[in-house]
């Protein structure tokens, strides 16, 4: 089997990162500025696997990813992970004491932190950077009086300190990664023990049809087939236009689902499967110590 190649949304020291090196076993890895360009790699074949964010517990889905894979490419999630989300305070490692002026990181880890930054730095401007490790990154070229928040990779990274360790406000924080490939095959991962296999489908009604989520889910219901979330996103062709994300917690059969296709279709309904996978929940131990 030749390498695998796995891009990820970079540069170095973001928690996709961390999310990637927790679950491949070996393997070559391609950094990308932002989350189109990954998907758009996988895409052209440029690589075989992008890993890109896709919910966290606090903030919510991550509405790029879930777009982008619906209007701009045609690829499969062929797995997910969560792991857990430790948010850090960093700065530069000749900072001694400078009032920080200014936070950069990411605007799901920024709202992560809002409460915490709200009462400690209430003066600081927030600025949002593409990924905590690109805010690692103008922090480090930055010099003192700035400040990043990101995990313990990205201050290992860019030689930057721990100012506050464990800053978000809620203790229950994870994100969801998403693994996708346009031709979906065989990965090399750790062993780590599968939680779940899940399916995820994209479900689109029709206009003017009173009831038919009622419907949609009932398809789903009366087969006993558990739906762990229910989405709705704008189809991007008007308002009022709509489509329902599901994700179903049992792996793609060829009795329920058919069966749930068909009588979705009867409706007016289509159904696309996004992909059908197993996931995985891993822990990532966090080397925490102060500046």
Not at 245 to 264: C, M, N, S, T, W
Request: glycine share 8%; net charge negative.
């Amino acid at each position: 089997m030749s390498e695998q190649k796995i891009g990820y949304l970079g540069p170095k020291g973001t928690f996709t990162k961390m999310a990637v090196d927790a679950l491949f076993d070996g393997g070559s890895y391609v950094s990308y500025d932002n989350i189109p360009a990954c998907l758009d790699a996988v895409e052209s074949g440029e690589i075989g696997t992008g890993v890109v964010p896709l919910e966290n517990a606090i903030e919510g889905s991550v509405h790029l990813t879930i777009d982008y894979l619906v209007h701009q490419v045609s690829q499969s999630i062929i797995a997910e992970l969560t792991v857990p989300i430790k948010q850090h305070l960093l700065v530069h490692n000749q900072h001694h004491g400078e009032e920080i002026a200014k936070v950069y990181s990411h605007s799901h880890a920024i709202a992560q932190c809002h409460q915490y930054l709200h009462k400690n730095y209430p003066g600081a401007e927030l600025e949002y950077t593409a990924s905590t490790g690109k805010a690692a990154e103008i922090v480090a070229s930055a010099g003192p009086g700035v400040a990043a928040i990101g995990n313990h990779l990205a201050a290992e990274e860019n030689g930057l300190k721990m100012l506050d360790a464990e800053i978000h406000d809620y203790d229950n924080n994870h994100t969801r990664f998403a693994v996708v490939q346009k031709t979906p095959h065989t990965l090399k991962v750790k062993d780590h023990p599968v939680s779940k296999h899940k399916t995820t489908v994209m479900v689109t009604l029709p206009k003017d049809y009173v009831g038919a989520l009622h419907q949609v889910l009932a398809a789903f219901a009366w087969r006993k087939m558990n739906l762990s979330k229910i989405e709705s996103r704008p189809m991007k062709t008007g308002l009022g236009n709509y489509f329902f994300l599901i994700d179903v917690d049992q792996p793609y059969d060829q009795v329920l689902f058919p069966g749930v296709q068909a009588e979705l279709e009867a409706l007016g309904c289509q159904l696309k499967v996004l992909g059908t996978y197993p996931s995985y929940q891993i822990d990532v131990p966090t080397p925490v110590q102060k500046a």
